[in-house]
């Protein structure tokens, strides 16, 4: 065998090895083998070091989403995620602070509204958000409508924004869960990001990183959730749990309806305006009542003596005062944001309208959040591929949620668009929509809350 002779030589003998660990790896899921906490934290630093290549990685996700994992498995890659990171040190922060996770949809501008509702309300707010996956939108890219904005704070200034600011929003840091990092961007365009403990391991991993007093997790369920029928997506919720308890975390979680899209904004730049407006005091039908569940289990997650009544006062006293709205202009300008330009809403908009109209009288029975979800995907406000290009101003703007009454030719949904394959998107949002002549009643967007006992 020839001697080593360059640092790219031993380079390639180190990836071969990885490789072969990796493949051996997914053999052996596949046959069947429980994976020990050290070769998992192996293949996922391997990953994170680009010593194994993305589809030799994509198998071995691929593999875990069609097996599943043991609680030990899941616990080993939930904590191989955050190997190599750091943690937030959040006891300098004065009081209790809280975070919050959704398991993402359409439409679902949650976290831009409840953040800065409850830091308004006097409980800092630590939060570590996400891009786009798959047909569902990410908070990431919806903040980089906004000009100026960084969407990745530094770990060492998350600490100081708390106390100055008293929230921040921030991506997933390589600096906290390298792991969940390289792999979320990997399931997104490999098919892999709808499953139980890939899921679970992602949004757990964040938590640990930032390990903040209360957490609240939002886990959709309905055609626009990531995991659609009822039964499993109460599995993940209970999955989610047991791991947030499993690492020491005290979780609470609310099961929320999204067989139609959250809120009428479907698309980055047009869920930003959304948020603006709710927190300007719109009580936007279905997303409010989300939020509001959302914000109350988290003031209350905090804080065991306040009533459900009383965190409810509190929130609309933060959202009617107007100090909700000054807490978000407040933290985008600490996070980079220019005032004057949000404030103004100086926000990307796209060039061109095509307007999809009932064709005929009746009810909205549907409106089918996926087919919703890949229009804006077709017109640029979602990605297919790793580096693809978002077009922050388009997407789709819903006129009408289940239950309402419409005339022939009203209008169903406009969409805004620069380029795309808009034909195909303003055919998947007619056929989103079903229009009947009985009236129908949508179902609670609340529809069942975890662990909130005691609280
Ligand atoms: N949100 C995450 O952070 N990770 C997932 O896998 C899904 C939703």
Not at 342 to 363: C, F, K, N, Q
Request: net charge negative.
């Amino acid at each position: 065998m020839s001697p080593v002779s360059s640092s790219r030589d031993v380079r390639e003998i180190k990836d071969t090895v990885a490789s072969a660990r990796v493949i051996d790896s997914t053999n052996r899921k596949r046959a069947g083998a429980v994976l020990d906490a050290e070769e998992i934290a192996g293949v996922v630093t391997d990953f994170v070091h680009d010593r194994i290549p993305d589809y030799q990685m994509a198998a071995w996700l691929a593999t875990i989403a069609c097996t599943g994992l043991s609680t030990a498995e899941l616990v080993a890659l939930t904590r191989a995620y955050t190997v190599g990171g750091g943690h937030l040190d959040l006891s300098e922060v004065d009081g209790a602070v809280v975070d919050k996770h959704s398991t993402g949809g359409v439409g679902d501008t949650t976290t831009l509204i409840v953040v800065p509702v409850v830091a308004a309300c006097g409980v800092p707010v630590a939060k570590m958000t996400g891009r786009a996956l798959g047909f569902t939108g990410g908070t990431l890219d919806k903040l980089e409508s906004i000009k100026g904005l960084r969407t990745s704070v530094p770990v060492g200034e998350i600490v100081p924004m708390l106390k100055s600011v008293g929230m921040v929003i921030t991506g997933q840091s390589a600096d906290l869960t390298p792991g969940d990092g390289v792999t979320y961007a990997l399931r997104d365009v490999t098919g892999t990001v709808e499953s139980i403990p890939l899921i679970a391991a992602s949004i757990i991993s964040k938590k640990v990183a930032v390990r903040a007093d209360g957490l609240v997790l939002d886990v959709k369920t309905g055609a626009g959730a990531l995991i659609q029928d009822r039964d499993r997506a109460v599995r993940l919720t209970e999955t989610m749990l047991d791991l947030a308890r499993a690492f020491g975390l005290s979780a609470r979680a609310v099961l929320s309806d999204m067989s139609q899209p959250l809120g009428p904004a479907v698309g980055n730049a047009l869920e930003i305006r959304q948020a603006l407006a709710v927190l300007r005091g719109e009580r936007i039908p279905g997303l409010w009542e989300l939020c509001a569940a959302v914000c109350r289990l988290m003031l209350r997650s905090v804080d065991p003596l306040l009533t459900d009544e009383q965190a409810t006062a509190r929130i609309e006293r933060v959202l009617d005062d107007g100090s909700a709205y000054e807490m978000f202009v407040r933290w985008a300008v600490a996070q980079g944001a220019d005032a004057a330009v949000l404030e103004a809403e100086r926000l990307p908009t796209a060039a061109h309208r095509l307007v999809v109209r009932a064709p005929e009288s009746g009810w909205v029975t549907r409106v089918e959040p996926r087919a919703v979800g890949n229009a804006g995907l077709l017109l640029g406000a979602g990605r297919l591929t790793y580096d693809a290009p978002l077009d922050h101003g388009a997407g789709v703007l819903l006129r009408h949620r289940v239950g309402d009454r419409v005339g022939k030719g009203d209008v169903l949904a406009e969409l805004f668009y620069d380029r795309g394959d808009t034909d195909t998107a303003r055919t998947l949002v007619a056929s989103a929509f079903q229009v009947g002549d009985r009236a129908v009643t949508a179902p609670p967007v609340v529809r069942q809350i975890f662990g909130a006992e005691g609280v």
